[in-house]
């Protein structure tokens, strides 16, 4: 397959992408022209159809892969594909892992763990709330599919469930070395803590921040989905339900990330630092394993440094 | 009546205070004594009991008011009252107006004037979100006792029906003066920007943090509420739930003043503007208020500068 | 009109352009070209004349305006013209609105309606001092054509007595909502707050920083010049020109946004959050105006957030 | 002489004090008393006359010299002096060195070398500038009176001039290490930089903030007196003009520190590196002159760092 | 025993204490005294004696037990001990662990751990670095002896190994939850991380900054330490000699605490999550260990937090 | 010669240049093809051989000087070399100096005042210390050929002996201006203060940061060759040592540019001081120097400020 990443000025590329959006618009001189971007797991492209009501164009919609042919051109110092004939694909054509990345781990045997985690949870008011989200189908479906970011880490399918399981196993050894820490409090933060991001972000190919997204953040999301489920149980107790929600709403650690309060209980300070840590560690697992590079990579914006991999 | 903010050491007194907290310990050599917080509208105090069985002791509880009998002293600094008598008083001996801080204008005045406001939202649903408050009887009834802060500025019974209409009053001009302002989603926002404010501080006499208060603030609270019920109003459109959310989310403007989403949306922008002009312009009317002093005050947190009263 | 900002690579113009700049230079090889800063009302590009002695060249000056004919080319990621021919224009062959952006209300009446305020102090110093210069004709005529930023908000013809009238329009309206406020002081002030933008910016085309912009700013140069007229009033207070110098030192609000002092009185803290609210809601206005998109638009570094019209 | 900075509670003090400032109240209970402020060189200690009325006490005002008779209270943790006797004293009976901190210097050398500097500029406008400072007897009396700040470093009479003469000297350095440098430019603003302090804090033994220093700063004060001053000077070109004025604004560096500008030439580099230094070495040499501690001597606000003296 | 913590003003203590500090001077009335600084493992407490040279005073130096005789005083708002009588003691007379904070858990137990640590990495030249401390017989004294700080967490005996040991049983944690990790030398870092504070601080009782510590900071101090043995192992290949000394000097994470370099590498920042989780948790844990408060505690200045403890 | 800074799209070049780097790849169609990156003293191109094996093209390495022939192409925005042939040259068809900036003092001049400042210093430990870098000949050799940095000021050949000299003159000047300071310290770490840069950055014309260089940085570095020094040095006062390292790690002033301490003798103020003065002067004498701009030159990072000349 001819990848994204690899167009070059001047090449002819024949290959199906997926259609991510359409716009179509006209020309100064008044003649329609259709601009899309087309994706693949390796990134995006501009494109344009210039001529859309010729014969060799297909009616096509976003979400749609197709088959095109084109040549790579420069426009204004980026790659932009000048599309000659578009050809709507058929399920089979293609393989969808092409067009859209995926966690290495498989995300059954991650849930399967992630559940084993709520179950370990006895205090039953606890359990009842995670029960509420993680045994429900359609949330557990859509959870499954979620990533965990735009861009940065876990931008992709299962993301948000291999950061979840990451942070809630880290969690788990945090509660056996500090073991002031309330586990059952903490293993139910852990799982919950990012559950707003299955709504603060589209599902792929998009994987966009959502207009909710934008205006609420996934930290105030997912602690309004947890309060929701808390005020549904009966019995619940307030302070516990307080607990439950300052910690998903400090797991950012500072104002400046988006938590609108600092941790002030162990247990969301405990979350924090597991959070950022797998945040980090992720994110520079993902950079050297797309590289072939030894030394110096230069300043990488998350780590707020130059990064290199470490020798051996 | 002789006020605590008057208290000089050394002097004794006689006279009808509210308590505010009562705690019963012993000393090092084993002998019992109370040490009480009494407090009138002017400040508090810290009381010691030393002899709580005596016979001048009257049994009395938190929020009871006492008449006492008792000495000034100056304990690490700060005023400390040693009481020798306590006498238990009944409604009709003491006037409340003495001992809590309030509002200087009418409240239920102000009240009619923040219906008005209600009244004046043509948008249907937004209308329902505001009578789904403000025609509730428990809140508005809550509402009208609040404060707007522990300490800072409205911090008096009132202070928060009087923050909330000078805001939305702000928003109205905001609304002439700049007709691309969404008008009723603005009006709105003002008059909901603090609801969580009824939740986060107690009632007075203590006017404090409450535990639901400390873990989430009423930034977020205030959101909670308010999509609470537009979940609950049929056909309340996404993105404008997502709009009023936003504004009440972002109305302090700056992370680190604990909005966990900056304003995105020009109505965001007015807010935030106009509740920060009412809280600095009220900071200063309370401090000059206070003051016979026409030269420089010294350095004020709020204001961040040395601040005096301008001349005439 | 061909504008400026609708330029593609590989057209060719035919259109009149004002000349903003012009720079004679030679190549590499010992020829002589020109090398222009074009201008209309929608933005700048600049153009070469690689054979500026040619005979279809005319003699021209910066501020000309001029017919061209030439071809856009790109260099270095940005459009450059390529020009052929050059003829030198009379007036009538063009509007100047057309190259010069100005402000959607009328001049006259906005400048009337600053008079009106002018003319609503009572204090006679103040008066005298705000006489000095608006009923000052060379005063009056700069500052009705001056704009109130080189980008940003309010950077067109008459954007400054727009921005200053609606500064003082809000402090009339603070002065109502809070009377413990100086009136005459605040109207005052907010009416001088920006004077020094006459000196710090250029005339229309250029609108760029003075040296004495770039080196003072126009915050001192506004404080310098009241100062000055003050000293000129017999008998006027010392005091009260503190306060009016402090008021135009303060109006930023923040030393990193070049105000020496920060607000410490009443009206210099109401006045910076007037100047701060037309601000942002003017930059808001702006970029709303100008774009179709419904969606979020990105992140707007003035605002400093991702921003979206709001749904209606 | 028994200095103010040995007193202990419980002493009874016999001195002559100079008054630095008087308010006469009355007790709680209606009867008259009079709160004073007195001062030596080592400090300032508050003292009360309980009885101002009664044979002992002298009639006397602020900034005259008392002898009086007390005794040193401790109150809310500070000294306070109960006075049960005053005699108003006349010239003769105290030294006012005893009263006001001055210079180790001798004034009228460091002024000759300052009008050295002053002589050293061959620039006819900027040494025009500089004579209708330094040759105009009242301001040059007034320079050499004043302190260079309320507290911190150069706090005593002629410590302006100290500061002055020693940040030129540098300057003269450095003009000579960077030949870039414009040398007449760079001394004028030496020793212009703090004219200001004349006006912004008050004569000894006040040395406090004036109200116009409040208000402006000596940095826009100072400025301006050098564009006064300018103006009047026939031809002086208006470039350097604005430069000059500009060294003057930028001199602190930082706005946070009150610099309405960032250094932007070389000489305003040069000048703000001149002040600062000098400013924290006199600083530390004032700790380091006034204790005989060799070992570490705590968090220095200043320097930002505990301090020590140097081992030699 | 009478602990110091629980001294109040008034009080007559008979007990013996750790002479922590002693300076002879005199009064101004010219007579000798003695001022001590006595503690205990609950605190220090300021003691005077006015009358050193009385037969009741024994001969004494710093770090004897002395049995003392004296009543408490307040003195600017703090308890200050006045002595009548003096005694040294001998060994025998008191239980050393009254005076000196040491770790919970058993040294010799933790020191067991960290050798079992040190014996699992297999790189030989990391082996080898780490032996040459953790072998090295006086190293190890020490290192068991050292406190990890002056005050805040693991501030006692024993201090410095449980921190070390806990980190790198967290490293040890994330280089299984995270294979790309270089255990070797991420186990080899977390043991060393913090060996500059065996000379950054004095022992106990005084467990102060030495001259050295505050002068370069343990930071630098291990950083020398590490780089000198590399120093002396042959063949101690350069680039991991960077690693080791990069981890060491990045693990406080950002410049403002004390780390000349940002974590460039994976196991830098693994190493900083660590520290710093270990450090907050063991800081909460030594807060709520040490009340019985169950509700809001104030702001605590390292977690940035007002905190309480959770509900269980 | 032709220079690369004046390199034009569409240009042919042949000229001789030196071959920074060099790395063999191949095309996505399998074919090899050589990139490159040249330099001279003006700046670097990318140049690209796309048919290395070609009879024109000779063999050579990096660091080789060759004769090339090619032709200027714009690859995504920037100039990028084609080259058609290659010859690798023979010393004598070039000169170095155009290659390789290079101080414009003489550096054996520079050399002789910075040893006179070395042999001034007269504590024999602090001379034992210098000498021991000075005298030594590799060392010598080293520091006379080494940059003071990659980029920003004194970014050439003799450049970190051209600043030390600076720096160790004014610190000169400031130990007679300011008698308090230890002139044999403060001399001592002047001429140390950036020996570190010999290790953190590689000869030219790499001129880059090196592997430690990365990981520890020249402060690090530096403060550890002089306490490895120290040790070696008999009777070498601890305390004295302590200082010299401290005045090196603490020489750029601010945790945030990479000191771990922040200055706490008079010395480290004052060498922080010269060094940041110097700095500052020579990146405003290099800029000035290649421009003949007179006007404003736009934004500069390190001054943080537009810039301009002054005039003259």
């Known amino acids: 397959m001819k990848y994204i990443e690899s167009f070059r000025e001047g090449e002819t590329v024949n290959e199906i992408y997926l259609v991510r959006s359409k716009k179509s618009d006209i020309t100064k001189t008044g003649k329609p022209y259709d601009k899309l971007i087309l994706t693949d797991k390796t990134g995006s492209v501009d494109a344009m159809i210039w001529d859309?009501?010729?014969?060799?164009?297909?009616?096509?919609d976003v979400l749609d892969y197709i088959s095109i042919n084109g040549v790579v051109n420069n426009f204004q110092g980026a790659n932009q594909l000048n599309i000659k004939r578009v050809r709507k694909?058929?399920?089979?054509?293609?393989?969808?892992a092409d067009y859209l990345p995926v966690s290495d781990f498989d995300i059954e045997e991650m849930w399967t763990k992630l559940i084993a985690h709520v179950n370990s949870v006895d205090n039953p008011y606890l359990k009842k709330l995670l029960e509420s989200f993680f045994l429900d189908e359609a949330f557990a479906k859509k959870f499954k599919k979620s990533s965990a970011a735009k861009a940065v880490h876990h931008g992709f399918i299962g993301g948000l469930l291999e950061h979840t399981l990451s942070v809630t196993n880290m969690c788990d050894y945090f509660s056996k070395a500090y073991p002031m820490l309330n586990r059952?409090?903490?293993?139910?933060?852990?799982?919950?803590?990012?559950?707003?991001?299955?709504?603060?972000?589209?599902?792929?190919?998009?994987?966009d921040y959502t207009d909710e997204g934008q205006l609420m953040g996934h930290i105030v999301i997912g602690a309004h989905m947890a309060m929701d489920q808390m005020q549904k149980i009966e019995g619940f107790p307030q302070k516990?339900?307080?607990?439950v929600t300052h910690c998903i709403l400090a797991h950012h650690g500072e104002y400046e990330y988006g938590s609108p309060k600092k941790p002030a209980l162990m247990e969301a300070v405990a979350l924090h630092f597991a959070d950022n840590t797998d945040a980090k560690m992720e994110t520079?697992?993902?950079?050297?394993?797309?590289?072939?590079?030894?030394?110096?990579l230069g300043f990488n914006r998350l780590i707020d440094s130059n990064i290199r991999k470490t020798s051996n």
Chains 1, 2, 3, 4, 5, 6 share one sequence.
Not at 184 to 205: C, M, W, Y
Not at 240 to 243: F, I, V, W
């Open 52 to 60: 859309p009501n010729s014969a060799g164009i297909d009616d096509f």
């Open 89 to 96: 694909c058929g399920e089979g054509e293609y393989d969808p």
């Open 184 to 207: 059952n409090l903490l293993i139910t933060v852990a799982l919950l803590h990012d559950i707003g991001k299955t709504r603060e972000l589209s599902d792929f190919p998009q994987n």
């Open 240 to 243: 516990l339900s307080g607990e």
């Open 284 to 296: 520079m697992k993902e950079i050297f394993s797309s590289t072939n590079e030894d030394g110096w």
